[in-house]
């Protein structure tokens, strides 16, 4: 064949060998190919002689390949290493219970703590809990936005079977209707099995429509006491977005020294449904009853509001927290957490305590906004990072013996009896009332203020029953005695002699 050139020179293709330029390429291509296998055969025997051998010069070298070349650990906890399944319960399920949830986060929690364990009583399946959307603070929150549902679902597998929904067949869609009814307060095994378990033979499907405090404190099972607390302390984890978070804002105050987490719940919402105006101004109490007025749940209208005081159910005052704090010999070098929402009067009725407190930090002043913005408008991931920072505290005072008081107090006593500080608020009253008006001296309020809390500290002891008024003794989740008792004589624990002086605290003391 004849190819002729721009030269009009005629050039005989045929005579030139057709493999002669891809065989050169394939050579070329070889020699590499066996040379990187070379190069990397010498440095895995290299690596090998210098973890043997650990010569100074190749400790550097090898710690850096051995860096390289394993996967960043954060992934190898996840893709590697994942937590072993517990193996599932096997039982016949006699039907589903589907629960909603009323309150705010922390009665929700003790509910699904409940609910989770009605489910396992009664052989049931439990459908992922709604969470209230209709209450105060209208968050729009759905379980799996504030807890890790995946793990709330495998974790307690063994225990009862969890569903993130109805099978499609009991859907409105099919004509099925689920029996709607509010279980009864402080109710016991005893009820669940005679009166409530006959209705899913018939139903198939119950809907709690309310959850708060609808079993008891006391004459449970252990085993089901113990499921409460595995549910409430292993099985409810919030999600990486909170947890993320949280751990961010304890680790900022762990930096800068020990902390008190103040639950000062001195909130709009609190003042309105208890009628505690104490402090506030004339238009203030007006604003605070057209609130009750206008939620038809809060059942208590008309209320004296220095009756309720004198009887201890009002919330400390922001004013009444800085002199108790003092009189309990916190000093001005504490650093202080304000664990609660927007404090009613702002910064006005802060001051006083920011006089006597300067080291007062929020979880706004904490963070930038920009992390907080994902959680603005949702009251229940805000309380979340809350709870976490109230659960690391160094000592954890609330001002108010509400759920989210009773729920960290127990959790605190899970963690080994950390410090919680429990104000006696009607002792408190009296004290604070007669100090103002001269009749006791500082040195005089100070002591009497200490010697009312000794026994108020959070240590152990056996949870107080009154078997006909249950919401009067004490709650289960702020003393979970059962199950803090794990290889120990409970009856030494939880004795009477059990009583914690308190001492003068500084802010290197806390």
């Known amino acids: 064949m004849e190819v002729r050139s721009e030269n009009n020179v005629q050039v005989r293709c045929d005579k030139i060998p057709s493999q002669v330029i891809p065989r050169t390429r394939l050579q070329v291509w070889f020699f590499r190919v066996c040379s990187s296998i070379l190069l990397w055969t010498c440095l895995v025997q290299l690596v090998a002689v210098g973890e043997l051998w650990h010569p100074r010069l190749l400790t550097g070298l090898t710690n850096r390949i051995s860096w390289i070349t394993r996967p960043p650990l954060r992934v190898q906890q996840s893709l590697y290493s994942p937590p072993p399944l517990v193996p599932p319960r096997n039982y016949k399920s006699n039907g589903f219970l589907k ?143 909170i947890e993320t978070l949280g751990y961010k804002l304890v680790r900022i105050l762990q930096e800068r020294g020990p902390f008190v987490a103040l639950h000062l719940r001195y909130e709009m919402d609190m003042l309105a449904f208890s009628g505690c105006t104490h402090g506030c101004t004339v238009e203030e109490a007006e604003e605070l009853k057209r609130l009750r007025y206008a939620y038809p749940w809060w059942r208590e209208k008309e209320i004296v509001s220095e009756e309720r005081r004198q009887q201890g159910f009002c919330p400390l005052t922001p004013e009444e927290a800085a002199l108790i704090l003092q009189a309990l010999g916190f000093d001005n070098g504490t650093q202080i957490y304000i664990a609660s929402g927007e404090i009613y009067g702002g910064e006005r009725r802060l001051a006083p305590l920011r006089a006597a407190f300067p080291h007062i930090v929020k979880k706004e002043t904490l963070l930038d906004p920009v992390e907080l913005k994902q959680f603005q408008n949702h009251s229940s991931q805000m309380a979340a990072l809350d709870f976490m920072v109230s659960i690391a505290g160094s000592t954890f005072i609330p001002t108010y013996d509400g759920n989210m008081a009773k729920v960290v107090e127990g959790h605190r006593r899970y963690l080994g009896f950390k410090r919680s500080i429990l104000p006696d608020r009607k002792k408190l009253v009296e004290l604070l009332d007669l100090h103002q008006n001269g009749t006791l001296q500082w040195n005089e309020f100070a002591l009497a203020v200490r010697q009312a809390h000794e026994n108020r500290m959070g240590q152990p002891f056996h949870r107080r029953t009154i078997p006909e008024k249950p919401k009067e003794e004490d709650y289960f989740y702020a003393n979970p005695q059962e199950c803090l008792c794990e290889g120990t004589n409970c009856d030494d624990l939880l004795g009477p002699n059990n009583s914690s002086t308190l001492q003068g605290l500084s802010g290197d003391q806390i």
């Not at 807890?147 to 709330?152: C, K, L, S």
């Not at 099925?176 to 009864?184: D, G, I, R, S, T």
Request: charged letters at 25%.
């Open 99 to 241: 629960v909603s949830c009323n309150g705010g986060l922390n009665q929700m929690r003790a509910a699904i703590c409940d609910m989770v364990t009605v489910a396992r009583l009664l052989n049931l399946t439990l459908v992922v809990p709604e969470l209230d959307k209709t209450s105060f603070w209208a968050d729009p929150s759905d379980f799996e936005d504030i807890f890790d549902v995946r793990h709330f679902i495998h974790s307690l597998r063994d225990e009862v079977r969890i569903v993130k929904r109805l099978p499609k067949r009991f859907s409105r869609k099919y004509g099925f209707e689920a029996l709607k009814m509010p279980p009864v307060s402080w109710s016991n095994e005893k009820y669940y099995l005679e009166q409530i378990l006959p209705l899913f033979s018939k139903y198939k499907v119950v809907h709690f429509n309310r959850t708060d405090t609808r079993l008891a404190n006391n004459g449970i099972s252990l085993n089901l006491q113990k499921l409460r607390c595995r549910v409430n302390f292993q099985g409810l984890k919030f999600t990486p977005q």
